[in-house]
């Protein structure tokens, strides 16, 4: 309908976002009449005492919260005061504090539209990957410590393990911290103990035999016994996902436009490249 899709309209937002902003400007900018008066209302006093009772779990008395109102009122002339003196300007801190806080305050105005459900099955569609449940490997390992030894002798020593191995012997690697067995465990978990990449060589192994694989700790022989590939699951079960993951690519679209805007207020004085070797 063609009021559904005025209200889903960027530039709508990005309008009612220009207005509050100008709304609170002409608040709150420094140097005018009003500088050296500061107003305590009671919605600020509610606030607060609210504040309070959150952290001390119960309401402030009287005379508490006529302190929090002298501190708020220090508060709000030093902070015009500071103001008055420049010390914000050149501040990375301050700098950084104001930016987040307009970035909320333009992402709370930024209100989304809720999503049919043709457009959550056509982004799901879209997005499977980002869905998918991530590969699980389950593998015994046999640590071989590499400490001290040369690449024949852990050839050697590969060659005996296995050999025990095919006959049913009972062998163990050397100490380690290491886990002998593993059961369903993801990349990043397998990734995180035996490094990266490990996962792939895991990935790449039949399934019932050993192996030798090398990873940052030194050299195994693995047995993968299951694997169990990435899976996209149906639409139905993620519905609750695919809506938040759909109300974060729009309103990272949204903040990406408004920010365009933003940078069309403005004329922009770049150092010139520098120029290049050669």
């Given at each position: 309908?063609?009021i559904?899709k ?8 990005f309008?009612?976002?220009?207005f509050?902003l ?5 608040q709150?900018a420094?140097g005018s009449?009003?500088?050296n ?17 959150q952290?001390w ?5 009287a ?5 929090l ?6 508060d709000e002339?030093y902070?015009r005061e ?9 501040d990375?801190?301050?700098?950084r ?9 333009v992402?709370d105005?930024?209100r989304?539209?809720?999503p049919?459900?043709?457009e959550?099955?056509?982004f799901?569609?879209?997005h499977q990957?980002?869905?998918a ?18 690449d024949?002798a852990i ?7 296995k050999?025990k ?8 690697g050397?100490?380690s911290?290491?886990?002998r067995?593993y059961?369903?465990?993801i990349p990043s978990?397998?990734d995180?103990?035996f490094?990266e990449?490990f ?22 022989l693995?047995?993968l ?11 139905a079960?993620?519905?609750s996902?695919?809506v ?7 309103r990272?679209?949204m903040?990406n436009?408004?920010?365009?805007q933003l940078?069309k ?8 490249a520098e120029?290049?070797d050669?």
């Amino acid at each position: 309908m063609l009021i559904i899709k005025i209200i889903r309209e960027p530039l709508l937002h990005f309008m009612l976002a220009g207005f509050l902003l100008f709304i609170l400007y002409n608040q709150v900018a420094p140097g005018s009449a009003d500088a050296n008066h500061v107003v305590v209302t009671k919605e600020q006093v509610n606030f607060l005492k609210m504040k309070y009772e959150q952290e001390w779990l119960r309401p402030p008395t009287a005379g508490e919260t006529q302190t929090l109102i002298d501190e708020y009122i220090l508060d709000e002339i030093y902070y015009r005061e500071a103001l008055a003196l420049g010390i914000d300007a050149g501040d990375e801190v301050i700098r950084r504090r104001l930016r987040q806080k307009l970035s909320f305050f333009v992402e709370d105005t930024l209100r989304l539209a809720n999503p049919d459900e043709q457009e959550l099955q056509d982004f799901y569609q879209a997005h499977q990957q980002e869905f998918a449940t991530a590969p699980q490997f389950s593998f015994d390992q046999l640590f071989i410590s590499t400490d001290s030894l040369t690449d024949t002798a852990i050839d050697k020593k590969l060659s005996v393990l296995k050999e025990k191995l095919a006959h049913g012997e009972a062998v163990s690697g050397d100490p380690s911290l290491l886990q002998r067995s593993y059961t369903l465990k993801i990349p990043s978990y397998v990734d995180g103990i035996f490094g990266e990449g490990f996962s792939w060589q895991l990935q790449a192994l039949p399934v019932g035999q050993w192996q030798s694989l090398r990873s940052s700790l030194g050299v195994h022989l693995v047995r993968l016994t299951e694997y169990k590939p990435a899976a996209v699951r149906p639409f139905a079960e993620l519905r609750s996902q695919v809506v938040q993951r759909w109300q974060s690519s729009q309103r990272l679209e949204m903040t990406n436009q408004y920010n365009a805007q933003l940078l069309k207020k403005y004329q922009i004085s770049r150092p010139e490249a520098e120029a290049r070797d050669g």
